[in-house]
């Protein structure tokens, strides 16, 4: 009924680590419309603009029906004019005409196309596009274009790493991973995380996290696995990046976007049943592993931080900084009122600490 629906409104926060929000979408139509505004705004370096798209479509993905009319949009958190206008005009006309002329615009298509190339960020493809090409073609017979290791990575694994991971395939990656850990250490325990914890079908990569049973023990562990896939013949691209992380530089260090933990960005040949390409005449399809070992003490905020969404993170430590007074990011929770960190052994101590309801890692898909 209106009242109830009414009522159910009224109680969406503006936070989205207050909603809880499964893969289930009922108003894709609107938030794929809505998210497309926001990649196109980001295209252009417009992050805040582009951050109020994001939000808009977030909201919507976590009610628990379909949106039936305009009115539907009055008593929701985060819509902006512009975004009710957007819905309004897919309510009439089934589509939104910004949506289809960004989707045909010359320079969206293109930033797209770049930045879909592991390695290529949008700074990189950005300078492509203003020098003119258009294609990778016309990137790569280009002579002033110097490719990085991990650009040349990208375009040489293209085909295969810009296709989506199955969970089956995360799962036998997982096994091949787990091998690999417990030869290092037979105590050492290995969780996928990521969208593929969040109930994600489907990633662009796969997210793994390493916990040791004794701190300290984590720092050997990549640089092994790295070893015994090359010694394995699996390895087609390795990016270590050892620990920056220094408990004693804590909380002035902390709260950057990106953490200091032990971490690798690989790309991973994964054995497949069948031929991924008869005239390849290979049997391996290349994958993208993420893979980041925290110290034993700072593994529960590690956990949460790679868990996501990339929105979802973003909310918890907006909600913990404005309403609670505390600051948290990747390595740990500090309160600000009594200088302390807060301890955690599990998400649901960190969610507790803020004073907020568990919400289940399948729920957090805002
Ligand atoms: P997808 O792969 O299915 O497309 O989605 P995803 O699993 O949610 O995205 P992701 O890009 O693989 O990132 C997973 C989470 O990891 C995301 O919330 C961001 C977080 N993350 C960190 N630190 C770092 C980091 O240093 N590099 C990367 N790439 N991701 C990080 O917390
Ligand atoms: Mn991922
Ligand atoms: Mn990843």
């Known amino acids: 009924s209106a009242h109830s629906s009414a009522k159910q409104d009224s109680t969406v ?10 893969l289930n979408n009922h108003n894709k139509i609107f938030t794929d419309a809505l998210e497309i505004l926001a990649e196109n705004l980001e295209f252009c370096g417009d992050q805040g603009p582009s951050l109020a798209f994001r939000r808009a479509a977030s909201v ?18 985060c819509l902006g004019e512009h975004s009710k206008a957007i819905i309004e005009e897919i309510f009439e006309c089934g589509s939104s005409s910004r949506v289809e002329e960004i989707l045909n615009d010359e320079r969206y298509r293109t930033m797209k196309l770049f930045s879909s190339v592991f390695g290529v960020g ?3 493809s950005e300078n492509w596009f203003c020098r003119g090409l258009r294609t990778f073609e016309q990137v790569l017979s280009e002579p002033s274009i110097r490719l990085n290791r991990m650009q040349t990575a990208g375009f040489l694994f293209y085909e295969d790493i810009s296709k989506p991971v199955s969970r089956t395939e995360a799962s036998a990656l997982k096994i091949i991973v787990e091998e690999a850990v417990i030869c290092v250490n037979p105590f050492a325990t290995v969780s996928i995380t990521g969208g593929f914890r969040r109930g994600k079908e489907f990633g662009h990569d796969v997210d793994f996290i390493i916990k040791t049973p004794e701190a300290g023990q984590e720092d050997v562990i990549l640089p092994a696995v790295i070893e015994r896939f090359k010694s394995q013949n699996i390895l087609l691209y390795s990016d270590l990046q050892e620990s920056t992380f220094d408990i004693r530089q804590l909380p002035t260090h902390c709260f ?5 933990f032990s971490k690798c960005f690989l790309i991973v040949k994964l054995k497949c049943e069948q031929e991924t390409d008869a005239r390849a005449a290979r049997d391996w399809k290349a994958v993208r592993v993420d893979l980041v070992a925290p110290p ?4 529960t905020y590690a956990l949460l931080g790679w868990t996501g969404s990339t929105l979802f993170e973003r909310d918890l430590r ?3 900084r404005l309403e609670r007074g505390k600051l948290l990011d990747n390595h740990a929770l500090y309160d600000k009122a009594t200088n302390t960190f807060l301890p955690a052994n599990t998400e649901e101590d960190i969610f507790a600490h803020l004073g907020l309801e568990y919400i289940e890692p399948w729920q957090r898909n805002a």
């Open 122 to 124: 949008l700074k990189t």
């Open 13 to 22: 926060s503006t936070y989205a680590c207050q909603r809880r929000t499964t």
């Open 318 to 320: 907006r909600f913990a």
């Open 296 to 299: 034993l003490e700072r593994y």
């Open 60 to 77: 919507l993905k976590s009610l628990p029906a379909a949106l039936r009319r305009q009115e539907d949009t009055q008593r929701l958190p």
């Open 256 to 260: 950057d976007a990106m953490d200091h």
